[in-house]
């Protein structure tokens, strides 16, 4: 089933005494523009995309060290692995090497990747029809910290050892918005469908699910709506940046804690079709 026409989609998450995505420059405190406002990178939103897809079933090629499914160790023994792109690589033909990996993983035909090995004699870059752009919060964050201590001895000694400092951020209440599109064009290009689309559509809906840790306990982090533009035509009729600006949120409350605290008013344009789904 090919790809029929553009999509755009934008994702409304709840954090609640959570750590969305930790700075690792920063004492891994929560990503923060410089106007205050929390951030999520579209690094990390693919990788929990990715992460969903590869729970619904789906072949990654990206997929985290813990959770790979496959006994590859490296991206390098995934690709060697795959028998058409390898004799795809002796061709040297680049075409029928994207092709193939596009083929075997969904990560791949939907967000792209560059394939550069040091023990390959073939680049291949492959550009995805999936677009997600950082998260950004609505209003600017409050961020809590608390120090933690060891109270445990890491290794077998006589005597205790000195109680190890640390710190834990968590941001305490904020609504962040996520936005993508899928363009025609790549799409056909990588050979990305309809069906496809759905899954992506599926996995942003369920976005936090199997997605907990100590910096983020179940329940912390809520997809609350997902909205899904279709567009009438394989280009588009109207601009990302025109169908994004259809969702206005407002804060009700001076200090908005729930999702209701905000008020959510989505605009329209002639001939673009709304699908409103509410996050699980």
């Given at each position: 089933m090919n790809f029929k026409n553009k999509i755009d989609f934008e994702v409304l998450v709840m954090v609640q005494d959570?750590?969305?995505?930790?700075?690792?420059?920063?004492?891994?405190?929560?990503?923060?523009?410089?106007?205050?406002?929390?951030?999520?990178?579209?690094?990390?939103?693919?990788?929990?995309?990715?992460?969903?897809?590869?729970?619904?079933?789906?072949?990654?090629?990206?997929?985290?060290?813990?959770?790979?499914?496959?006994?590859?160790?490296?991206?390098?023994?995934?690709?060697?692995?795959?028998?058409?792109?390898?004799?795809?690589?002796?061709?040297?033909?680049?075409?029928?090497?994207?092709?193939?990996?596009c083929k075997t993983w969904i990560d791949v035909r939907s967000f792209g990747q560059v394939f550069a090995f040091k023990d390959g004699n073939v680049s291949v870059g492959v550009r995805g029809p999936v677009s997600v752009h950082s998260a950004f919060s609505v209003l600017p964050v409050s961020v809590d910290s608390m120090q933690i201590t060891k109270s445990v001895n890491s290794e077998t000694k006589d005597k205790k050892s000195s109680d190890t400092m640390g710190m834990k951020h968590k941001v305490h209440s904020a609504m962040y918005i996520i936005k993508g599109s899928i363009n025609h064009q790549l799409a056909e290009k990588t050979g990305f469908s309809d069906e496809d689309a759905e899954k992506i559509k599926e996995a942003l809906r369920t976005l936090f699910v199997n997605d907990s840790s100590s910096a983020r306990p179940d329940g912390s982090m809520e997809v609350c709506k997902v909205y899904w533009w279709k567009h009438n035509c394989p280009m588009g009729q109207y601009s990302s940046a025109k169908v994004h600006r259809l969702v206005k949120v407002t804060a009700k409350v001076d200090d908005p804690k729930r999702f209701e605290d905000y008020e959510v008013v989505v605009d329209s344009l002639p001939d673009l079709v709304l699908e409103e789904i509410e996050g699980i």
């Open positions: 959570a750590n969305p995505n930790g700075d690792p420059l920063n004492g891994n405190r929560p990503r923060e523009t410089y106007d205050g406002y929390g951030e999520i990178s579209d690094v990390c939103i693919k990788r929990k995309i990715r992460n969903r897809l590869q729970d619904m079933g789906e072949n990654i090629f990206v997929q985290s060290d813990e959770r790979a499914d496959d006994g590859c160790k490296s991206l390098a023994d995934r690709a060697k692995n795959n028998e058409e792109m390898q004799k795809a690589q002796k061709d040297k033909n680049k075409e029928q090497y994207a092709e193939a990996a």
